[in-house]
C-alpha cells in the first residue's frame, strides 16, 4: 500500500553535512588545553525545503555554506574540557537558524584515545517552543 501524502503537512526535510573536519582546544587534561584536535562533524538540519524548491533562491533556503561558515567558527574559537559541552553548543548554533526545527549530530573527537581512533557523541535536539 502506497502512503498518501498530506501536501498541508510534508514529511521531514534535511540538509546534511557530513565530514566536516576541524581543529580546535579540547580536552579536560592540561596537555589538551595547548594543543589543537581534529574533530569531524555530521549534522542533519530539519527544515521545510518546499519555499526554496519551489523559488529556486537561496533568500528561501537553510544555506549551508553559511551553516559551514558559522559552525567552523563556533568551533575553532570555542574551548570546551568535554565533547558533551562542545556538541550542545554546535547544536544551539544550528538551531538558531531560521527554519531549522531540528538537528542531529555527531562529533568524533579524533585520537582521543591510545586504543581507539575516535570517540564519539551523537545527540538530537529540537527547536523549543517560544514562551
Request: charged content about 25%; glycine content about 6%; aromatic content about 4%.
Amino acid at each position: 500500500m502506497s502512503e498518501i501524502l498530506d501536501p498541508g503537512n510534508p514529511g521531514p526535510d534535511v540538509i546534511k553535512l557530513e565530514g566536516l573536519r576541524l581543529l580546535c582546544t579540547l580536552g579536560m587534561h592540561e596537555w589538551e588545553r595547548h594543543v589543537n584536535r581534529e574533530v569531524c562533524l555530521d549534522l542533519a538540519l530539519h527544515t521545510d525545503i518546499s519555499a526554496a524548491a519551489a523559488s529556486d533562491k537561496i533568500e528561501d533556503a537553510v544555506d549551508y555554506s553559511g551553516v559551514i561558515k558559522r559552525i567552523s567558527e563556533f568551533v575553532i574559537g570555542s574551548k570546551f574540557n568535554l565533547i558533551e559541552a562542545l556538541a550542545e553548543g554546535i547544536a544551539a548554533e544550528c538551531l538558531s537558524l531560521p527554519g531549522v526545527t531540528r538537528v542531529d549530530l555527531k562529533v568524533e573527537k579524533v585520537g582521543a584515545s591510545e586504543i581507539a581512533s575516535r570517540v564519539a557523541v551523537e545527540i538530537t535536539r529540537p527547536r523549543l517552543a517560544s514562551s
